[in-house]
């Protein structure tokens, strides 16, 4: 004789509302993981414009540029190479920044096909990495809020204000 499956009773209010809050607990920390995410590699899509080209100089033109002019938001001057017998250009833009100033000179490398120039050396990599800090920053908001992750989210802070830190000194 086969013994009677006991019966099974339809799931209590207190069970519905454990599975909807799991539920909701899921998805706020995908939203908020995607979320965390989504900021982290803006901020590397926002420094990858400069970042190879100051990073990786070999084989790129680079020298030095006296700054002459300051506009609105770009300084131009002469631009003297660094390789022996390259031609110069009278006449090179870089972005305007706190840390470009007029008469002073700056090492750079030419971005390609055209006539701007970034900063090269630990100031122009600092810098061209200031909006990965940017971002880690504010990453790190929403892993605390929304992830509820504190030690994760310090150490997102910690690495954007050490980031942000070291580009405002080397300037």
Same mark, same amino acid.
């Given at each position: ?51 190879? !080209? ?6 790129? *033109?680079?020298?030095?540029? *006296? ?27 870089? *972005? ?9 000179? !700056? ?8 006539? *701007? ?9 600092? !810098? ?44």
């Amino acid at each position: 004789m086969i013994p009677a499956m006991p019966a099974t009773a339809a799931p209590s209010s207190r069970q519905a509302r454990q599975v909807s809050g799991s539920a909701l607990r899921f998805g706020r920390v995908a939203v908020m993981g995607v979320v965390a995410v989504l900021i982290v590699v803006a901020g590397v899509w926002g420094s990858w414009r400069t970042a190879p !080209y100051v990073m990786l100089t070999k084989g790129r *033109e680079r020298g030095t540029i *006296e700054v002459t002019r300051c506009d609105g938001r770009a300084c131009t001057g002469p631009f003297t190479p660094l390789a022996a017998g390259a031609p110069g250009r009278p006449r090179m833009v870089i *972005e305007k920044t706190a840390a470009v100033r007029k008469g002073r000179s !700056y090492a750079v490398v030419v971005l390609p096909g055209g006539d *701007e120039v970034v900063r090269s050396g630990p100031a122009g990599v600092l !810098y061209a990495w200031v909006p990965l800090g940017g971002a880690l920053l504010l990453a790190s908001v929403v892993v605390a809020g929304g992830l509820r992750r504190t030690r994760v989210a310090w150490v997102l802070a910690g690495s954007g204000v050490a980031l942000l830190t070291a580009a405002f000194v080397t300037m």
